[in-house]
């Protein structure tokens, strides 16, 4: 649109009203162009770190499955330090912290942390080396019955019964607190799935005390 022209197609402003409307609508886009790109280019990287640092959490899990706590921890306190050197990007712009990818980095870091306190210390506590909203907890808490489920199979094909019967207890203990919650959305979804591997962990261990009384 012609500097010269109202929004609305009215007649020519007088000169200098004209000159300032022109002045103002420049600085306008130019300060939302310039705020735009910063945020893109922060975007852009927040996803490529949150996706390594998904990816450092996943591999630490595969270690805790194998029973390589230590490589565990190297990998974790990778995606501590890369998780926590995003949070300059959401002190410029909150809007940053709701990004997917991020989201998804800090459910699965959650719940590969929690794993490693589970078998570690027996037992899931508050994280504190990176900041967790209450969904990133939630959501790496389900997550992690799953992680339990697997667990269990493992140690009871190892006839290791006792200690599958521990983790279950854990298992259990976080689907009766966490029902206390009215999840709704994607979180919902999850804690269904927490259920559904809490139904099999049992059915695991039943079948196992079945079998030992014939």
């Known amino acids: 649109m012609p500097c010269d022209l109202l929004h609305n197609g009215s007649p020519r402003l007088a000169p ?14 130019a300060k939302l ?15 490529g770190v949150a996706n390594d640092a998904l990816a450092n959490s996943k591999q630490a ?9 230590k490589e565990a921890e190297k990998l974790l306190l990778v995606a501590e330090k890369k998780l926590s050197g995003l949070r300059k990007y ?11 990818a991020y989201r998804a980095a800090i459910e699965e870091y959650a719940e590969a942390k929690l794993f490693w306190q589970v078998l570690t210390k027996g037992k899931i506590d508050f994280i504190k080396d990176v900041n967790l909203y209450f969904a990133g907890y939630l959501g790496g ?5 799953g992680e339990l489920l697997r667990k269990i199979i493992l140690l009871a094909t190892a006839e290791k019964f006792k200690e599958a019967q521990k983790l279950k207890d854990i298992l259990s203990d976080i689907v009766a607190q966490m029902i206390k919650f009215n999840l709704t959305g994607y979180l919902r979804n999850k804690f269904d799935a927490a259920k559904h591997n809490l139904r099999k962990a049992e059915e695991v261990l039943y079948d196992i005390k079945i079998k030992s009384l014939r």
């Open 141 to 145: 808490l389900c997550d992690l019955t």
């Open 33 to 47: 162009k310039k705020e735009y790109d910063h945020y893109y280019l922060s975007r852009q990287k927040i996803i």
């Open 61 to 69: 899990i595969f270690s805790l499955h194998r029973d390589n706590i």
């Open 90 to 100: 959401f002190n410029q712009n909150l809007f940053l912290e709701d990004e997917g």
């Open 16 to 29: 200098k009203l004209n000159t300032i409307y022109c002045m103002s609508k420049i600085q306008l886009f």
